[in-house]
C-alpha cells in the first residue's frame, strides 16, 4: 500500500496541526523508502509535501533542501519536461518568492513556463493526430 499524497497528512495541514502532519509526512517517507527506494521518483511526491508544509512554517532551509532533494530524483529518473517535475519547480520558486530571491525564482519560473509549453504543444500535436486520422 502506498501513502504518497496522505490525505490525514493534508487535513493536519488545512487544520494548523503541522506538528501531526509533519510526523505522518515523515513516517510515510520513512515508509515508502523501504518500499520503493530513496531514488524512486514517486519519493519526490512526500519530499515536495514535506517541502510545502515546512515552507508554511517559515523553515525556508529545510523546505529549500527537500525540494532540491525532489528535483535531484525527478532530473535523474523521469523526463525533465514532466508535469510533476514543473510543479516541484513553481513551489521551489514561490519559496525563492517568499526570500525575495527574485532571480533565482525568475529562472525557476522560466524553466516551468518552458515545461509547460512543450507538454501543451505535445498535447496540441496527438489531438491534431487524432483528429486528422478520423
Given at each position: ?29 520513512s ?10 521518483p514517486k519519493?519526490?511526491?512526500v519530499?515536495?509535501?514535506?517541502a ?10 529545510e523546505?529549500?533542501?527537500?525540494y532540491?532533494?525532489?528535483?535531484e ?21 514561490q ?30 500535436k ?9
Amino acid at each position: 500500500m502506498l501513502f504518497l499524497d496522505d490525505p490525514l497528512a493534508q487535513v493536519y495541514v488545512d487544520q494548523g496541526n503541522y506538528e501531526e502532519a509533519e510526523q505522518l509526512f515523515q513516517h510515510v517517507l520513512s515508509i515508502e523508502e523501504v518500499l520503493l527506494g530513496s531514488k524512486d521518483p514517486k519519493i519526490a511526491i512526500v519530499l515536495s509535501n514535506l517541502a510545502k508544509l515546512r515552507r508554511s512554517q517559515v523553515r525556508f532551509e529545510e523546505a529549500e533542501q527537500l525540494y532540491k532533494r525532489a528535483l535531484e530524483i525527478q532530473e535523474n529518473a523521469i523526463d525533465n519536461d514532466s508535469p510533476s517535475m514543473a510543479i516541484t519547480l513553481e513551489q521551489m520558486a514561490q519559496l525563492y518568492h517568499l526570500q525575495s530571491k527574485n532571480e533565482e525564482a525568475e529562472q525557476l519560473y522560466r524553466r516551468v513556463l518552458s515545461i509547460q509549453e512543450k507538454v501543451l504543444n505535445a498535447s496540441n500535436k496527438e489531438l491534431r493526430n487524432r483528429h486528422s486520422q478520423e
